[in-house]
């Protein structure tokens, strides 16, 4: 299962494909075109722990992630809502003594089973993190490397159109295109954030994970990601990891509370208190923790 | 819209990381409660001049409903600013927005209670008469006594406070029905812009306590998150005066 020693800060289009691990299963090829065939939700996670060596950072996660809907993770530090987001598209592969129990069903099938390819896996779940990480390269090379990595075989003016069409996803293109070609460092902290998230969706995912994608932006730069996370879900299923819990009532369709708590050796697991829609989880929430931790009365 | 919520949740009494909210929170209500008691009062007064046809507790009225403006701009004031910079979610947010609601029932409720020492003074008095001042008398009793529950509620946070006051209207409203048809019965003898007075006077108590359903109302809807469901008797567009 650990399959790389590499660092945690890379995403989808850094990650050479590995020949050693066979393809996909074939519910997951044909995932895009047939995803009410899959079940019920875009991603499922039942009975999941993850632990860190001996340790359990989270237990027990059964949640159901909808299609082309934006569900929110929010909850304490240490509660493992990171966690359990890098487990869901194999991120926590990358760290050595990470270890998953129970299942992940990416369209039905269990993205843990034997045989199935982390990179694909990632490549269909891309990934943008807390702080933007762009490649020292152009903004064209920044999208059109994780594409051809990812074994993009069309023409040049096919990667033009693939590196277009991303950006304006992004709604970055009409702020870039007359400089394609200066650094993807140039670009400000929020355009930097919206060129990591054309490259993750120049790969073609369905399911776009955000950790912290805002927490390095000011309030415009945010709104403005946020803003594309509605565009963004018209095409995409989004999962977002946030400290800001406006930002999860603004943006959210379904929110997820985690809470930490102490087990009998003293270690701090994490675990899910309630998942529900994220007008109800604001306004009437299920739960008393839920309560007091969305209020500002916990701990 | 649970029984077993923590009826504490909306507003809580401890001291906790919010400390300052909490004690903002705890204001806005207390002005609600301190609000509601100076109507309630003022709704007895006007009563007492109405029974008694004392004129020279109109101007007392006046002056109490004008004291009751004056902490409503303030209510809605500090109320506003906590929504827009605390803002609140789950109970805070649904006491919050109660809040905004309650005031209007109550500054419409004290508009009601100067209505009815208006139209006394329009008609100079209303006479003495042994079948309609004991029913007036009954009329504002039973309006006062569910006012009174209304804001005991809300001092209480009582949870089923919507469905309690719903019952307790019931009263108000057949001693008001009992007085329309006495007044339309004796108009003769009191005189005709006398019976028209004083069936609108009844139709104002009725009024302040649909009010008091509607303080029930939202009570149980900052408790429970339970919105009030069909059958909400009472509408703005309803209140005359």
Known sequence: MNDTTETLSVDTADMPPDPTLTAAPTAMKNARETPEEAGPGVIETKNMDVFYGDFK???DVSMNFA?????ALIGPSGCGKSTVLRSLNRMNDLIPTARTDGEVLYHGANIYAPGVDPVEIRRRIGMVFQKPNPFPKSIFDNIAWGAK????KGSKADMKDLVEGALRQAALWDEVKDK???SGLSLSGGQQQRLCIARAVATQPDVILMDEPCSALDPIATLRIEELMLELKENYSIIIVTHNMQQAARVSDRTAFFNV???TKGQRTGYLVEFSPTDQLFTSPKEKATEDYITGRFG | MTADRDVTAAVPEREGTRQHFDETLEQIKQDLVTMGSLVLENVRRAGDAMVESRLDLVEVVREVDDQVDQLYLEAEKLTFETLARQQPVAGDLRFLVAATRILYELERSG???YNCVKMLARVDGFPQHPLITPLLEASVTASCKVFAQGIDALADLVPDAGAKLDAAD??????VSELFTVVGRHSFEVGLEVAIALSRVGRF???IADHAVNIGEHVTYTVTAALPGEGHNATADEDGG
């Open chain 1, 57 to 59: 950072a989270v237990a």
């Open chain 1, 67 to 71: 299609f082309n809907e934006i569900s």
């Open chain 1, 149 to 152: 990595i990812n074994g993009f």
């Open chain 1, 180 to 182: 394609l070609n200066e």
């Open chain 1, 261 to 263: 708590e102490l087990d």
């Open chain 2, 111 to 113: 508009d009601l209670a």
């Open chain 2, 170 to 175: 019931d009263e108000v409203d057949h001693m």
């Open chain 2, 205 to 207: 108590l009725e009024r």
